[in-house]
């Protein structure tokens, strides 16, 4: 695949050391990372040595000065080697924003260093156990005491989960108000009251440490909360989820391409009745298909990433890109999965690993059903 059409020389020389540290670092571990359910806790401190966590955050609070497209960059690396494991998109590109966006200044002077050097692992608990894209719903209560909140609730699917230090919690400071009873609290995993429940068995991202999370009088001061007043949290969420579902459909569109040059790969060095499967006219037919998915996603993705760059993507187009990447990306995982043959429902494969870590994005960041709902209300 051509260089994307936002990739200037630095970023060229940023993906390579991004290539290279994911090729030493995480490929030759993403079997053990997947038998341990978490990456190494070292990962995570090589990263921030190397200046690989929080490029887009400013200088001044630790970060690379960068923009989005520096994490753009190590997201497709990460995907070029098939891992799922290290949760370093929402680190980077999600909680690290959360706090540069609504964060005080003692906050981000505080949080920001750390998590751009690792020290810190960040985490976002948004979903419970009864309650998914209706965020407006959550039952967690932030209940003033004093000076302090007293958090009461359970967090289910919380990315990161199983090393997060600091986790933005989503809480109702008002039960008696719909969305504008939410707000965003700090919660630091060292309180008292706070608890980690299972890593959770999943389909796909086995490596990854998605995780329960339990608050029960959890204690936390009121100077943890993110933004100026309580009742923003619904605004500051609808805000950052933009970027989160660009993130998923860079995710998506390099995953597509790894499965393309994977499969090329494996049907032109693969024989079936005394020919290499990829001269089959079948085969050839599919691959084709597949290389013009993807590349039609590539130009759709550069576009939004193009627009993005300069603030103008507006919500009903990453909702487009994140439901159509997404949707094409398991697709062509499925479509490349059964040129291997029995091979592709093999683990050792990477395209087994790829077809059931595909499947998750169709859901988090906001089902594709809610993408589409989006979508309708600007039509």
């Known amino acids: 695949m051509g260089k994307p059409s936002w990739e200037t020389e630095e970023l060229t020389a940023l993906r390579e050391m991004a290539r290279a540290f994911c090729e030493k670092e995480i490929a030759p571990n993403t079997e053990r990372y997947i038998e341990q359910h978490h990456v190494d806790r070292e990962l995570w401190t090589k990263a921030g040595e190397l200046g690989l966590l929080c490029m887009s955050i400013p200088e001044e609070y630790g970060g690379g000065g960068g923009t989005f497209a520096h994490e753009a960059v190590l997201i497709e690396e990460q995907a070029r080697v098939v891992d799922s494991s290290w949760g370093q998109s929402l680190h980077n590109g999600i909680v690290a924003h959360y706090l540069l966006a609504y964060g005080s200044e003692e906050q981000k002077r505080h949080w920001l260093p750390k998590l751009a050097s690792g020290e810190v692992v960040g985490a976002i608990a948004m979903t419970e156990p009864g309650t998914g894209s209706d965020l407006q719903n959550v039952k967690t209560k932030a209940v003033k005491d004093g000076d302090d909140y007293v958090i009461d609730g359970n967090k289910t699917f919380i990315t990161n989960g199983g ?53 029960s009088g959890v204690r936390v001061p009121q100077s943890n909360l993110l933004g100026d007043q309580e009742g923003l949290g619904f605004i500051q969420l609808m805000s950052q989820l933009p970027q989160e579902r660009l993130i998923i459909a860079v995710a998506a569109v390099a995953g597509m391409e790894v499965a393309l040059e994977k499969t090329v790969e494996y049907t032109k ?71 291997f043959g029995g091979y592709g429902y093999m683990n050792e494969y990477p395209i087994a690993r790829m077809w059931a870590d595909n499947r998750v994005q169709l859901i988090y960041g906001g089902t594709n059903e809610i993408m589409k709902e989006i979508i309708s209300r600007s039509l």
Do not use: Y
């Open 163 to 215: 090393q997060a230090d600091l986790v933005i919690t989503v809480v109702k400071t008002d039960s008696t108000e719909g969305a504008k009873g939410i707000s965003l609290v700090l919660v630091e995993t060292d309180r008292e009251g706070f608890s980690r429940g299972r890593i959770l068995d999943k389909v796909g991202m086995k490596g990854q440490d998605t995780a329960e999370l339990n608050f």
């Open 269 to 339: 060095d693969r024989t079936a009745f005394g020919k290499p499967v990829f001269a089959f006219q079948n085969t050839k037919f599919k691959l084709a298909e597949v290389a013009t998915e993807a590349h039609v996603a590539r130009v759709f993705l550069d576009d939004c990433m193009d627009k993005h760059l300069r603030g103008e993507l507006d919500i009903p187009t990453v909702a487009m890109a994140k439901w159509w990447t997404t949707d094409r990306a398991m697709e062509v995982a499925d479509t490349c999965l059964q040129l």
